[in-house]
């Protein structure tokens, strides 16, 4: 497996940046619209204001969460606040978003009105934009958790799945498998030694469970390409 080395987050946040423009503007010229799917780490803030500053028709691309603190958006932890502040400025402040937190009280009561609202964007996506966590975490899927099973599940409806954790300071929502590998393009952010860790830990058979990024690295049915940056 290939993995594009950076000697910087600057430099990766340079070059997915292009990728992903160039991405979105085939999607366009070929179907007159484009998607992307994002989920936000420590390298997001720095890629996703690169990222807006990227000359295309942004007014044709449609954007969504991998995954969503269930917060009011204004909180600090909403990753759609996140996204506004930081993707959707600039020459992106015309892209369309679709956020994944709505008026249902908790996030499975939530999931059918995501699902319905995800159909406004065309499937496949044309990006996925994943990043890696120490722990093996991909997207809203994290070890161990009581969810993995539901969210690696092709037969699951809805596309998305709550998440309740111990350790976690809020339940979340995130896509299944299904949703995230129905893509043309899954990128992978690692970031650091601990990430590398990961990534050859995700490489390696074993149970999803305890490293959920293996469900992303190890399937063979979406092209995934893997940044990495100290």
Avoid at 80 to 106: D, M, S, W, Y
Wanted: glycine share 4%; charged share 20%; proline share 5%.
């Amino acid at each position: 497996m290939h993995v594009h080395r950076f000697p910087d987050s600057a430099a990766l946040a340079r070059a997915v940046a292009g990728e992903i423009k160039v991405d979105l503007e085939e999607a366009i010229t070929a179907r007159g619209r484009a998607s992307l799917v994002v989920s936000l780490d420590e390298f997001g803030r720095e890629l996703f204001a690169t990222l807006s500053r990227e000359s295309l028709d942004w007014s044709k691309v449609w954007i969504t969460l991998a995954d969503e603190c269930w917060v009011d958006t204004q909180s600090e932890f909403s990753q759609e606040r996140r996204v506004r502040e930081t993707l959707l400025q600039n020459a992106a402040h015309c892209a369309h978003f679709i956020g994944l937190k709505n008026p249902a009280v908790t996030p499975e009561a939530g999931a059918d009105w995501v699902s319905r609202a995800l159909t406004r964007i065309v499937r496949p996506f044309d990006v996925v934009l994943l990043s890696l966590g120490a722990d093996g975490q991909i997207a809203g899927l994290f070890p161990n958790s009581l969810a993995l099973s539901k969210a690696a599940d092709s037969t699951a409806a809805p596309s998305c799945v709550a998440v309740h954790s111990l350790s976690l300071p809020h339940a979340r929502i995130t896509l299944n498998l299904q949703a995230l590998l129905d893509s043309h393009a899954v990128l992978l952010l690692v970031r650091g030694d601990e990430g590398m860790h990961a990534l050859e830990r995700s490489q390696r058979e074993g149970p999803y469970a305890e490293v959920p990024a293996r469900l992303i690295v190890r399937q063979k049915t979406t092209p995934l390409e893997i940044f990495w940056a100290p």
